[in-house]
Every structure is written in structure tokens, then in C-alpha cells.
Nanobody, 125 residues
Framework: QVQLAESGGGSVQAGGSLTLSCVAS????????MTWFRQFPGKEREGVAF???????RYADSINGRFTLSQDNSKNTLYLRMNNLKPEDSAMYYC???????????????????WGQGTQVTVSS
């Protein structure tokens, strides 16, 4: 059974940094798209950073180069380093994985089969 577990969220002042981790079990890195989403209150989940089955990273335009993906396949972990955080980054952040091999990772949350429980990021002014 595929399980995803996020960690690393917390409260930080604007301009600070956080590193989120997504540990996958019952899952092989690269077998499908693995993506970080975030959800603002009352809004749909939106894709933030994407890892496809070729090992390529892609980021949402709104990130503006502030976030960086990395991975440790030996630990089955995908990281999201978030720098220069802004109050508008405050959201619940989720890790998601698809069931299928993917050369392009979609932005829509309904394309993903597996989800973690989320980790809260709160950025104060």
C-alpha cells in the first residue's frame, strides 16, 4: 500500500526558509509523477513543484525561483526547500503521487492517486 508522509511545516517569519519532506513507502521513486501541492483556505489544491518519471523538476510560475526540489532515492524521500517565504505562501502543503508513469505532471489534483495528510506552513509578516 502506497503511503506518503509530509513533514517540515511550521511557523516562520517572512523571508525565512523551511524544508518540507515527503517520505514514500510502498512506492518506487520515478515510477510516476510526484508533486507538491498547496491549498489555501477555501481554495482548490494547486500544484507547486513537480517531479516526473524522467527525474525532471518543474515549478509553478508563482514560485518565482524561491523553491527547490531535491530527492534522495535511497530514503524514498522528496524534499521541497522553500526560501524567502512570504505570507501568501501560507497554506497546507501536500505530497501526492500518481499511479502511472508520467512524462508530464499535471497541475490538477484529480490526476493523482496517493496523498499525504499535509503539513501546515504559516508565514507571518
Amino acid at each position: 500500500q502506497v503511503q506518503l508522509a509530509e513533514s517540515g511545516g511550521g511557523s516562520v517569519q517572512a523571508g525565512g526558509s523551511l524544508t518540507l519532506s515527503c517520505v514514500a513507502s510502498g512506492y518506487t521513486m520515478g515510477s510516476s509523477c510526484m508533486t507538491w501541492f498547496r491549498q489555501f483556505p477555501g481554495k482548490e489544491r494547486e500544484g507547486v513543484a513537480f517531479l516526473d518519471s524522467y527525474g525532471r523538476f518543474r515549478y509553478a510560475d508563482s514560485i518565482n525561483g524561491r523553491f527547490t526540489l531535491s530527492q534522495d532515492n535511497s530514503k524514498n524521500t522528496l524534499y521541497l526547500r522553500m526560501n524567502n517565504l512570504k505570507p501568501e505562501d501560507s497554506a497546507m502543503y501536500y505530497c501526492a503521487a500518481d499511479r502511472r508513469w508520467g512524462a508530464y505532471c499535471h497541475n490538477s489534483s484529480d490526476e493523482y492517486a496517493y496523498w499525504g495528510q499535509g503539513t501546515q506552513v504559516t508565514v507571518s509578516s
